[in-house]
Structure formats: structure tokens, C-alpha cells
């Protein structure tokens, strides 16, 4: 059964940065595209950004563009969220999730029921 695993969340204060981790296992990592989700109390989870493990190309939410960066290392099969710029509305629970990788990624790498394997959720507080 396909694994991810996510982890790096915690407490940082506004401007401060983080690095979130997401390990897959059993997973053919060629045969899929892996997205970033969050998702604040209160409010409906919301796309992040997206990344191909093949080719590296990757796509960001207008939210955290500029400073926010995802990156694999295929040899772990591990894909990273580097947070840096940190701001108080960053505040969620941030997931990772596989997306069955076809030429429909490239127009659906936002949509998360496009996703078909989820991790448990690392929680992120970024204070004032």
C-alpha cells in the first residue's frame, strides 16, 4: 500500500522559514506528479504547489509564489516544501499527495480530487 509520509512542521515565528518533508513509499515515483495542500481551521484545503518527479517542472498558488519552493530528491523518494518568508495566514495542517502523472496534470495539478494518495498532515504555526 502506497506510503507518504510527511514531516518538518512545527513553530516558527513570522519571517522565519521551514522545511517540510514527504516520503513516499511503494510508489512508482516516475508514474506520478506530487502536490503540496493546506489547510487552516476553519477553511477548505487549498492547493499550494505541484511538482513532476520526472522533469522537475513545478507550478505555486499565487499565495505563496516567491517564497515558497518544492523540490525531490529521487533517490529518497522524497519531495520537500521549503517554506521561507513565513507569514501568520501560512498557518495549517500542509499535506502531500500523488497524482497518477498524464498529460491531465498539466491542467488539474491544482485539483485536489485529482490526488489519489494522501498523507497524514504535518501542522505549520507561524506566529506575530
Known amino acids: 500500500q502506497v506510503q507518504l509520509v510527511e514531516s518538518g512542521g512545527g513553530l516558527v515565528q513570522a519571517g522565519g522559514s521551514l522545511r517540510l518533508s514527504c516520503a513516499a513509499s511503494?510508489?512508482?515515483?516516475?508514474?506520478?506528479?506530487m502536490g503540496w495542500f493546506r489547510q487552516a481551521p476553519g477553511k477548505e484545503r487549498e492547493f499550494v504547489g505541484a511538482?513532476?518527479?520526472?522533469?522537475?517542472?513545478?507550478y505555486y498558488a499565487d499565495s505563496v509564489k516567491g517564497r515558497f519552493t518544492i523540490s525531490r530528491e529521487n533517490a529518497k523518494n522524497t519531495v520537500y516544501l521549503h517554506m521561507n518568508s513565513l507569514k501568520p495566514e501560512d498557518t495549517a495542517v500542509y499535506y502531500c499527495?500523488?497524482?497518477?502523472?498524464?498529460?491531465?496534470?498539466?491542467?488539474?495539478?491544482?485539483?485536489?480530487?485529482?490526488?489519489?494518495?494522501w498523507g497524514q498532515g504535518t501542522q505549520v504555526t507561524v506566529s506575530s
Open positions: 499527495a500523488a497524482y497518477p502523472y498524464g498529460s491531465t496534470w498539466y491542467s488539474n495539478f491544482n485539483d485536489e480530487k485529482r490526488y489519489n494518495y
Open positions: 511538482i513532476r518527479w520526472t522533469g522537475g517542472n513545478t
Open positions: 511503494r510508489l512508482t515515483i516516475s508514474n506520478y506528479a
